[in-house]
T-cell receptor
Framework: DTEVTQTPKHLVMGMTNKKSLKCEQHMGHRAMYWYKQKAKKPPELMFVYSYEKLSINESVPSRFSPECPNSSLLNLHLHALQPEDSALYLC??????????????FGEGSWLTVV | AQSVTQLGSHVSVSEGALVLLRCNYSSSVPPYLFWYVQYPNQGLQLLLKYTSAATLVKGINGFEAEFKKSETSFHLTKPSAHMSDAAEYFCAVFKILTGGGNKLTFGTGTQLKVEL
């Protein structure tokens, strides 16, 4: 099973709302990721968690707040977003090994629209 | 910094024809390279990856790619296109992060259209 599950699939939120995106994997992976994909663009890395600790923040604005409650779950808390934050948010996971055999598996994504 | 360039944002082929999607890398050391596919309104699925074990890499759905150091290329091919191959294809370079985890940096993508 190489499944990464993301909820919700679609989310519409106002600029003053607080919402969260959720991600779950049961592959025993120790690294989890958030990528952002704007329309017609490639995915771009936002955050990396390794062994439940934030290891990389790619200069993401503080209105995006990641959380890793345990090794299987990854959340992305959203607050005071802007319309330009509308995008597909992809969660991913991998074994977290520091070698190229470490395949990164992606979820289906959560489509976010900020109005 | 390592990067990849995908030539051709749109490629159109007839069903049954050869598929060739181009990817060139920029790196001072041999990179680890991946091809992912993204079907409409879906996430990314790994097609294949090059990790220096073999220069010709076979992936899923009949795709393969050949790593050519002399040309700094890792082009994706499939002998015979099928309608179901219509999707966005991303070439990516893989970087091991010192803090844990790894990073994929994607090319701009190639939209493959398959016509009857």
């Amino acid at each position: 099973d190489t499944e990464v599950t993301q909820t919700p699939k679609h989310l519409v939120m106002g600029m003053t709302n607080k919402k969260s995106l959720k991600c779950e994997q049961h592959m025993g992976h120790r690294a989890m990721y958030w990528y952002k994909q704007k329309a017609k663009k490639p995915p771009e890395l936002m955050f990396v968690y390794s062994y439940e600790k934030l290891s990389i923040n790619e200069s993401v604005p503080s209105r995006f707040s990641p959380e890793c409650p345990n090794s299987s779950l990854l959340n992305l808390h959203l607050h005071a977003l802007q319309p330009e934050d509308s995008a597909l948010y992809l969660c991913a996971s991998s074994q977290g090994e520091d070698r190229a055999s470490d395949t990164i598996y992606f979820g289906e994504g959560s489509w976010l629209t900020v109005v | 910094a390592q990067s990849v360039t995908q030539l051709g944002s749109h490629v159109s082929v007839s069903e049954g024809a050869l598929v060739l999607l181009r990817c060139n890398y920029s790196s001072s050391v041999p990179p680890y390279l991946f091809w992912y596919v993204q079907y409409p309104n879906q996430g990314l699925q790994l097609l294949l990856k090059y990790t220096s074990a073999a220069t010709l890499v076979k992936g899923i759905n009949g795709f393969e790619a050949e790593f050519k150091k002399s040309e700094t290329s890792f082009h994706l091919t499939k002998p015979s296109a099928h309608m179901s191959d219509a999707a966005e294809y991303f070439c990516a370079v893989f970087k091991i992060l010192t803090g844990g985890g790894n990073k994929l940096t994607f090319g701009t993508g190639t939209q493959l259209k398959v016509e009857l």
